[in-house]
């Protein structure tokens, strides 16, 4: 896909949803990065359900650490994976308030030497709490960036680096909630809904479906 093609498909996604965001229910960048943590391998819908009773128990580092494991284990053991991600959010929780003062740090180094903090959540939390121009690359951006041909790449940092490259600077700070969005709903993984796409004409997937 050319630059003139990238910009255009920027441009209609950003016609049909001006104000992107994620789906997930945050009030500050701590539960920000809690949810972040928790939608590995899980839906938002599922972590928001989660999310709403734990974070009116505790939405600090302080109350989490504080509730323990068996309790935190309680509010997320709908979740995938809630025993390790229990254990995560707690040390996690341990070094914000050991080392920067219960608050989650703006700086990718920071992040990721949280525990069950890897490069895609850091993405979500410095573009979404600190205003970063960063694409966390899921399942549905690097099948949509491959399969369109907006930016190929046979790993996930590969495309990252090549949707930084190829993505107008307009567009950045967005990018990846239209890429999610679209991916989520539109040119899902099995069947796209090619005849509801807005970009059909830009993308290069050859088996489109009927339209």
Request: hydrophobic content about 40%; charged content about 20%.
């Amino acid at each position: 896909m050319n630059q003139q093609q990238c910009q255009q498909l920027f441009v209609r996604l950003r016609a049909s949803n001006p104000a992107p965001t994620t789906e997930l229910i945050y009030q500050t960048p701590f539960e920000l990065l809690i949810s972040v943590m928790l939608s590995a391998q899980a839906t938002d819908k599922s972590v928001n359900k989660a999310t709403v009773a734990l974070f009116e128990k505790a939405n600090t580092p302080e109350a989490v650490l504080a509730l323990g494991e068996l309790q935190l284990k309680s509010y997320i053991r709908t979740i995938g994976l809630f025993n390790t991600k229990a254990r995560n959010i707690l040390k996690t929780c341990a070094i914000l308030i050991a080392e920067h003062n219960g608050a989650v740090p703006n700086n990718r180094q920071s992040l990721e030497a949280l525990p069950g903090v890897g490069r895609k959540t850091a993405n979500v939390v410095l573009n979404m709490a600190f205003g970063e121009p960063t694409i966390a690359v899921d399942t549905h951006i690097f099948r949509l960036a491959n399969r369109t041909g907006l930016a190929p790449g046979k790993t996930p940092l590969a495309v990252e680096q090549a949707l930084l490259k190829q993505v107008p600077s307009e567009f950045q700070k967005d990018a990846h909630h239209w890429l999610i969005l679209h991916g989520r709903y539109i040119c899902t993984a099995r069947r796209p809904k090619c005849s509801q796409c807005s970009i059909i004409d830009l993308c290069e997937f050859i088996d489109k479906t009927e339209v």
